[in-house]
């Protein structure tokens, strides 16, 4: 087994399922952690708040998915639409993170264990 710290998320622009095989000390098998949500709101006033609001919904979102790969080296991104796109951007862009290896790709949505067994088999674990 690698001692390289690997993640895999699968994304759509509501949730996050995210599959690691690190804590803050050490590398060893993969493992589920606890799904992300992004917060949606509606109704609001203008298009401006609903704009600004959005923008605050997903830099949240990206912060706790950061928190739950700090450390990692290699980060295995997909999901459906465009956000795992923006989130590969926003890591680029953000210090800590802008040497981790990301690998993009798109899936449709699967159950935790099928996404496991998926982030396992891309990195060959």
């Known amino acids: 087994m690698s ?4 993640a895999g998320i699968w994304m759509d622009s509501e949730n996050a399922t995210v599959v690691k095989n690190h804590d803050i000390e050490s590398a060893y ?3 589920l952690c606890n799904p992300v949500k992004r917060e949606v709101q509606h109704g609001n006033s203008s298009e401006k ?26 980060l295995y991104l997909t999901g459906t639409g465009t956000i795992q796109e923006q989130f590969k951007n926003h890591l680029a862009e953000t210090a800590q993170f802008k040497n981790v290896k990301v690998t993009l790709d798109t899936d449709q949505k699967m159950s935790d264990e099928h996404f496991l067994e998926k982030v ?4 060959n674990a």
């Open 3 to 6: 001692d390289k710290k690997l």
């Open 29 to 31: 098998k993969f493992f």
């Open 49 to 74: 708040n609903a704009n600004n609001v959005e923008q605050t919904n997903t830099a949240k979102f990206f912060k706790d998915l950061e928190n739950l790969i700090t450390n990692t080296q290699e």
């Open 120 to 123: 396992k088999a891309h990195f």
